[in-house]
């Protein structure tokens, strides 16, 4: 295992508690189909202004099947007025995702997690849905079984989210040669193969909080404190937070 790697997981053991995405647990906990529509909206935007989007719709989650026949327009309005990024494209997502909610898992988002099945059958169910791709249904998946406690019979399908500050970090630090979605979640495989998203959150908080794009704080960052990391400062990853 790399070292990078070791204190990455030591890193994420002092981050239980620590929920960035508190509001979308208590999404996944209290209203799933908010929760799974969260998920299809983040895009562009901070974390903790999509969890909110669900609570400010005022949309009734308990009838998918009204979204799913909600006029496109009526949707593109409203998620514009909460200050949905992409609100024309994801109003058409919705719409698909409430419609194949209701065919496939009866309008309850939790059929989508609650009958025991293995993480690549979680990540891959999500990925089914309009507006979903890795990152999202990496996360979505993690959030779920790692901070959630949804049980899955194995953990070895739940990857990292090719996301920009996961990117940077693993690059920085040496953990990966190249910005390549396939190679980074390879390496995460390689490093922890039982549960290779257990470094995602650690990753995604260090890019967030010390490994910026300009004068990362590698002075204070743990991997820096730690004096593992190969500091390829110079590496700047683009792409959406
Ligand atoms: S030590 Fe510096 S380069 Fe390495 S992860 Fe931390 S902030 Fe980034």
């Not at 999509?50 to 496109?72: C, G, H, S, T, Y």
Request: include cysteine; aromatic fraction near 12%; glycine fraction near 8%.
């Amino acid at each position: 295992m790399h070292e990078v790697t070791a204190y990455l997981i030591g890193f994420g053991s002092l981050l239980e508690g620590d929920d960035y995405q508190w509001d979308g647990l208590e999404l996944a906990k209290h209203n799933p189909n908010g929760y799974l529509m969260a998920v299809v909206l983040d895009q562009g935007m901070k974390a903790e202004k999509v969890w909110a989007m669900p609570n400010n719709l005022f949309w009734q989650w308990d009838r998918m099947d009204l979204i799913a026949e909600a006029d496109v327009e009526d949707l593109a309005k409203d998620l514009k007025s909460v200050g949905c990024r992409y609100w024309r494209n994801m109003a058409r997502f919705i719409k698909q995702d409430a419609q194949m909610l209701m065919d496939k898992y009866s309008g309850w988002a939790e059929n989508i997690w609650m009958d025991y099945p293995t993480s690549v059958q979680m990540y891959e169910r999500f990925l089914e849905f309009k507006g979903i791709g890795q990152k999202k249904a990496s996360m979505a998946v993690n959030i779920l079984v790692r901070d959630c406690g949804v049980p899955v019979s194995d953990k070895n399908g739940i990857d990292v989210s090719y996301d920009k500050h996961i990117r940077q970090v693993f690059l920085r630090s040496g953990l990966a040669e190249r910005d390549d979605m396939n190679h980074i979640i390879e390496v995460a495989r390689e490093e922890y193969p039982e549960y290779p998203g257990i470094l995602d959150k650690p990753a995604w908080y260090i890019g967030r909080d010390w490994c910026f794009n300009k004068n990362p704080d590698c002075k204070n960052c743990p991997l820096g404190v730690s004096n593992v990391c190969a500091r390829k400062t110079e590496i700047v990853v683009k792409g959406e937070e």
